[in-house]
């Protein structure tokens, strides 16, 4: 079982070219399939049914685990037997015929358009850290990133004379996106005059946004700078690094961007994985109807 495991982990680092933390959320999926065929007495992958799959799901549900996360363990399972398919190693899949339950989609939380400009001004500018905490609120928020897309920042992901980011997202997928005069201006000002200080060390290997070390700033990093924001201005609703993303897809259909375009900058595969912040978009809904409807 541990051979079979590495070969499809091996798959998702150098073929499927996941994340870290996607590849140990799939194999964490798949090992606890694996522990749970080997206290039923199967020692073989190959020799499940559809019947173990269901118990496994079952159980799952019992102990608590969320209907999305009965939901990914499913995929993760039904990847891995789609592995073995393709490499000849299995012949039917006990998942194929097994639905996924059903989660609602949740609207996710946004930041009013003030709410974000309140949080972008906290940080102190005329300190090293602060102004690198002004630079990364100014481009996660002006690019729509993902916290793992902002902390993967280079120097060289900036294009100033262009206007644009490179940026590197799920499955190092590449794409450009716009970025605002703002967000140059403050990244500018932290590449002169607070990154040569924090970067002393030199141990950042080109990396953008660093710590009081000289290296990489973390995810935990970036949460305590943004939760320290939130303090500052009184904002108590439940807001993460993620909401920032949110708000820049939110605030761009507010104000009339085309729904393709939002996609490719957010670099979102399907369009209907966009579409959810359309439901968000109530104020742009009402205006465009008071705009053009001959009876409004």
């Not at 999305?68 to 899949?93: M, T």
């Not at 939380?109 to 005329?126: A, G, K, W």
């Not at 939760?227 to 761009?252: D, M, Y």
């Amino acid at each position: 079982m541990k051979d079979l495991l590495a070969l499809y982990k091996s798959h998702l680092i150098f073929e499927q070219n996941l994340s870290p933390n996607s590849v140990d959320a799939y194999t964490r999926d798949v090992c606890r399939y694996l522990e749970y065929l080997k206290r039923n007495d199967i020692t073989d992958p190959l020799s499940a049914t559809p019947r173990h799959v269901h118990r496994l799901v079952r159980s799952l549900t019992e102990i608590g685990l969320s209907a999305p996360s009965v939901a990914r363990n499913i995929s993760s399972i039904r990847g891995f037997y789609r592995f073995l398919i393709g490499e000849n190693i299995a012949e039917k899949d006990p998942t194929e015929n097994i639905d996924r339950p059903k989660t609602p989609r949740r609207l996710p939380s946004v930041l009013t358009y003030e709410e974000v400009l309140s949080i972008i001004n906290v940080p102190d500018v005329n300190t090293p850290l602060g102004l690198r905490n002004r630079a990364m609120l100014e481009i996660i928020y002006a690019c729509g990133l993902r916290i793992s897309e902002l902390l993967s920042l280079t120097i060289n992901s900036i294009y100033f004379d262009q206007q644009i980011v490179r940026i590197f997202g799920k499955g190092r997928k590449e794409r450009l996106v716009p970025v605002s005069d703002s967000a140059l201006e403050w990244c500018s000002r932290y590449i002169d005059q607070a990154r040569p200080y924090l970067d002393r060390f030199q141990r950042s290997a080109g990396i953008l946004f660093l710590n009081r070390h000289g290296r990489r700033i973390s995810r935990m990093g970036f949460w305590k700078v943004l939760n320290g924001c939130l303090a500052e201005v009184g904002i108590r609703k439940k807001i993460h690094p993620h909401t920032f993303r949110h708000s820049f897809a939110t605030h761009l259909l507010e104000n009339g961007a085309d729904l393709r375009a939002v996609q490719e900058m957010l670099g979102h595969v399907d369009i209907s994985t966009t579409q959810i912040y359309t439901h968000l978009d109530r104020s742009f809904i009402q205006k465009e109807y008071k705009t053009y409807h001959p009876r409004s």
